[in-house]
Structures are given as structure tokens and as C-alpha cells.
């Protein structure tokens, strides 16, 4: 089944306690995708990626890290969380490397609680 | 850089009535109007999308039409039923300056249809 999935789903951590939140697909995708949603501001693109080694930031890149080593997967990190980061994250994938003007699919979603 | 506005915030409507989203957009540069639907709890997932090219794609009860002279879309819904209740958002996709294009997103539209 084609699909894009996310780990963990649900995460609490306290404030500066390294994490990471894995995407991974396998549809083959080259676009691969950061974004978190928050109540009123809608989706925000955190950091995106071309392809294996291409990667580069969106609209609110500070605080997050990314790395893209294999065309599957796209993992997000925080290096020292904060309670501002608390949110909903989406990863998405599509199968250009322009990206942005086809489908996006999205994860399942991390919603993520940083005290 | 771009911005995308959505109109209204919530919405609500009788089962059976028709229901409208409208956005704007500021970059003329855009060229590609995604609308996903976002279920709670779910992920977004793309319901219809337009290009600059068309002025209006139709999908069985689902329309989009596209001004792009004013910098305006909307989604339209005929015969709302109870399933179609989500959150809405609309986005815009373009090269912007760069590499590749981006895509941005609305702040959502939450449509309740009453039965």
C-alpha cells in the first residue's frame, strides 16, 4: 500500500531534550516535506527536500534540523526543543522534485507536546 | 512573499444547502491552487486543484473557480451532506525565487453541516 508514515504519533518531552520525528515513504517519491499545523495559522512548510542530499528550508525553519541520506526518508530534529514547538506535524511526499504543483501526501500526523 | 487569506473561518449549513470557500492570494507568480480536506484527526488529503491556465474544474458536487485577474479562488460544495464536515484549507503553489516553488497554505475553513 502506497504511503507515507510517521513515528512517533503522540510525543511528550520536556523543554531542550534532543528528539526526532522519522517519515518515510514508499512511493518513490523525490519531494519530501516538513510542516506544522497551528490553530489559526494553518499549515506552515518547516523545511522541504528535492532529493537524496537536496534539502532546504521553508517558511519557519528555526529550531528544526533535517536530513535527507535515502530517497525514503525524511526525518525532522529538534536539537533542543521548546514549549513554542509544541504543535501538529505533517510530513508530505510527492513525486516531483518541483514538489509543490502535483499532490501532496501527507502522514498520519505527530502531534507533539514539549513542557 | 506569498500570502494566502481564507474566508470564512467557520461555516456552518444545512445538510442539502451549498457551501463556498474563498481565498485570496498576493503573488501573481502562483500558479496552482490545491484544496485539501482535513477530517478531525486525520490527515489533509487533496479533494480538487486548479491551474492558472483554467478558470473552473468541476468534480461531481465539488467546483473550483479561479479569477486570476482579481487573485481570487473559492471551493464550492452543492448539496452539502453530514461527510462533508472537515476543515478546508486552500493553498497556492509558484516559483517564488529559487530552486523550486513552494506551496502555501490558508488558515482553513471549518464547515459544519447540520442534518
Known amino acids: 500500500e502506497a504511503q507515507v508514515t510517521q513515528n512517533p504519533r503522540y510525543l511528550i518531552t520536556v523543554t531542550g531534550k534532543k528528539l526526532t520525528v522519522t517519515c518515510s515513504q514508499n512511493m518513490n517519491h523525490e519531494y519530501m516535506s516538513w510542516y506544522r499545523q497551528d490553530p489559526g495559522l494553518g499549515l506552515r512548510q518547516i523545511y522541504y527536500s528535492m532529493n537524496v542530499e537536496v534539502t532546504d528550508k521553508g517558511d519557519v525553519p528555526e529550531g528544526y534540523k533535517v536530513s535527507r541520506k535515502e530517497k525514503r526518508n525524511f526525518p525532522l530534529i529538534l536539537e533542543s526543543p521548546s514549549p513554542n514547538q509544541t504543535s501538529l506535524y505533517f510530513c508530505?511526499?510527492?513525486?516531483?522534485?518541483?514538489?509543490?504543483?502535483?499532490?501532496?501526501?501527507f502522514g498520519p500526523g505527530t502531534r507533539l507536546l514539549v513542557l | 512573499g506569498e500570502n494566502v487569506e481564507q474566508h470564512p473561518s467557520t461555516l456552518s449549513v444545512q445538510e442539502g444547502d451549498s457551501a463556498v470557500i474563498k481565498c485570496t492570494y498576493s503573488d501573481s507568480a502562483s500558479n496552482y491552487f490545491p484544496w485539501y480536506k482535513q477530517e478531525l484527526g486525520k490527515r489533509p488529503q487533496l479533494i480538487i486543484d486548479i491551474r492558472s491556465n483554467v478558470g473552473e474544474k468541476k468534480d461531481q458536487r465539488i467546483a473550483v473557480t479561479l479569477n486570476k485577474t482579481a487573485k481570487h479562488f473559492s471551493l464550492h460544495i452543492t448539496e452539502t451532506q453530514p461527510e462533508d464536515s472537515a476543515v478546508y484549507f486552500c493553498a497556492a503553489s509558484g516559483f517564488y525565487g529559487g530552486a523550486t516553488n513552494k506551496l502555501i497554505f490558508g488558515t482553513g475553513t471549518l464547515l459544519a453541516v447540520q442534518p
Open positions: 508530505a511526499s510527492s513525486l516531483s522534485p518541483t514538489g509543490t504543483q502535483e499532490t501532496q501526501y
